[in-house]
Nanobody, 123 residues
Framework: VQLQASGGGLVQAGDSLRLSCAAS????????MGWFRQAPGKEREFVAS????????VYADSVKGRFTISRDNAENALYLQMNSLKPEDTAVYYC?????????????????WGQGTLVTVSS
Protein backbone atom coordinates (compact mmCIF):
# COMPACT_ATOMS: atom_id res chain seq x y z
CA VAL A 1 0.00 0.00 0.00
CA GLN A 2 1.19 3.48 -0.82
CA LEU A 3 0.50 6.17 1.74
CA GLN A 4 0.16 9.91 1.24
CA ALA A 5 -0.28 12.14 4.30
CA SER A 6 -1.66 15.67 4.12
CA GLY A 7 -3.31 18.35 6.17
CA GLY A 8 -0.40 19.79 8.08
CA GLY A 9 0.10 23.48 8.55
CA LEU A 10 0.80 26.36 10.90
CA VAL A 11 -1.72 26.88 13.68
CA GLN A 12 -1.89 28.59 17.04
CA ALA A 13 -1.99 26.87 20.38
CA GLY A 14 -5.51 25.72 21.15
CA ASP A 15 -6.46 25.33 17.51
CA SER A 16 -7.52 22.16 15.76
CA LEU A 17 -6.19 20.41 12.69
CA ARG A 18 -7.17 17.29 10.82
CA LEU A 19 -4.58 15.15 9.11
CA SER A 20 -5.46 12.74 6.34
CA CYS A 21 -3.63 9.77 4.89
CA ALA A 22 -4.71 8.40 1.53
CA ALA A 23 -3.85 4.78 0.78
CA SER A 24 -3.58 3.17 -2.60
CA UNK A 25 -2.38 -0.02 -4.23
CA UNK A 26 -2.94 -2.36 -1.35
CA UNK A 27 -5.25 -3.89 1.20
CA UNK A 28 -5.92 -0.88 3.37
CA UNK A 29 -8.92 -2.38 5.09
CA UNK A 30 -6.92 -5.41 6.23
CA UNK A 31 -4.13 -3.32 7.74
CA UNK A 32 -3.61 -1.88 11.19
CA MET A 33 -2.77 1.79 10.74
CA GLY A 34 -0.98 4.31 12.86
CA TRP A 35 0.26 7.86 13.20
CA PHE A 36 3.73 8.76 14.39
CA ARG A 37 5.50 12.08 14.73
CA GLN A 38 9.05 13.36 14.83
CA ALA A 39 9.99 16.69 16.30
CA PRO A 40 13.25 18.42 15.36
CA GLY A 41 16.16 16.77 17.08
CA LYS A 42 14.01 14.02 18.57
CA GLU A 43 13.27 10.43 17.76
CA ARG A 44 10.11 9.38 16.01
CA GLU A 45 7.36 8.67 18.52
CA PHE A 46 4.07 6.85 18.47
CA VAL A 47 0.90 8.95 18.42
CA ALA A 48 -2.04 6.63 17.74
CA SER A 49 -3.00 3.32 16.21
CA UNK A 50 -6.28 1.89 14.95
CA UNK A 51 -7.43 -1.65 14.27
CA UNK A 52 -8.44 -2.92 10.87
CA UNK A 53 -12.13 -2.42 11.53
CA UNK A 54 -11.64 0.85 13.36
CA UNK A 55 -13.21 -0.56 16.47
CA UNK A 56 -10.07 -0.41 18.59
CA UNK A 57 -7.71 2.51 19.09
CA VAL A 58 -4.60 3.21 21.13
CA TYR A 59 -3.11 6.60 21.97
CA ALA A 60 0.08 7.96 23.41
CA ASP A 61 -0.50 9.49 26.82
CA SER A 62 0.64 12.86 25.52
CA VAL A 63 -2.28 13.09 23.06
CA LYS A 64 -4.97 11.10 24.84
CA GLY A 65 -8.18 13.11 25.09
CA ARG A 66 -7.04 15.62 22.47
CA PHE A 67 -6.41 13.52 19.35
CA THR A 68 -8.73 11.08 17.63
CA ILE A 69 -7.64 8.52 15.06
CA SER A 70 -10.23 7.19 12.63
CA ARG A 71 -10.44 5.46 9.30
CA ASP A 72 -12.78 5.06 6.36
CA ASN A 73 -12.12 1.71 4.73
CA ALA A 74 -14.52 2.47 1.90
CA GLU A 75 -12.41 5.50 1.01
CA ASN A 76 -9.04 3.94 1.90
CA ALA A 77 -8.41 6.87 4.21
CA LEU A 78 -6.90 7.36 7.65
CA TYR A 79 -7.45 10.47 9.74
CA LEU A 80 -6.05 12.16 12.80
CA GLN A 81 -8.22 14.84 14.36
CA MET A 82 -6.06 17.02 16.59
CA ASN A 83 -7.72 19.37 19.04
CA SER A 84 -6.32 21.69 21.70
CA LEU A 85 -2.98 21.72 19.97
CA LYS A 86 0.09 22.65 21.97
CA PRO A 87 3.50 23.93 20.85
CA GLU A 88 4.97 20.58 21.88
CA ASP A 89 2.81 18.91 19.22
CA THR A 90 4.99 20.56 16.58
CA ALA A 91 6.47 17.78 14.46
CA VAL A 92 6.39 16.02 11.16
CA TYR A 93 3.52 13.55 11.28
CA TYR A 94 3.68 10.22 9.47
CA CYS A 95 1.03 7.64 8.72
CA UNK A 96 2.09 4.02 8.62
CA UNK A 97 0.81 0.50 7.99
CA UNK A 98 1.37 -2.58 10.09
CA UNK A 99 0.82 -6.20 9.11
CA UNK A 100 0.06 -7.09 12.72
CA UNK A 101 -3.41 -8.35 13.56
CA UNK A 102 -4.08 -5.92 16.40
CA UNK A 103 -3.21 -2.35 17.26
CA UNK A 104 0.46 -1.84 17.98
CA UNK A 105 2.61 1.06 19.12
CA UNK A 106 6.17 0.15 18.19
CA UNK A 107 7.50 1.78 15.05
CA UNK A 108 9.43 -1.38 14.17
CA UNK A 109 6.11 -3.19 13.70
CA UNK A 110 5.04 -0.80 10.94
CA UNK A 111 6.53 -1.71 7.58
CA UNK A 112 5.08 0.88 5.24
CA TRP A 113 5.41 4.60 5.80
CA GLY A 114 4.06 7.63 4.03
CA GLN A 115 5.92 10.86 3.61
CA GLY A 116 5.38 13.23 6.50
CA THR A 117 3.26 16.32 6.83
CA LEU A 118 4.52 19.17 8.98
CA VAL A 119 2.45 20.50 11.84
CA THR A 120 3.66 23.68 13.51
CA VAL A 121 1.90 25.00 16.58
CA SER A 122 2.81 28.51 17.67
CA SER A 123 2.37 29.72 21.22
Amino acid sequence: VQLQASGGGLVQAGDSLRLSCAASKGSFSSSVMGWFRQAPGKEREFVASISRSGGSTVYADSVKGRFTISRDNAENALYLQMNSLKPEDTAVYYCARSRMLATVTRASLFDNWGQGTLVTVSS
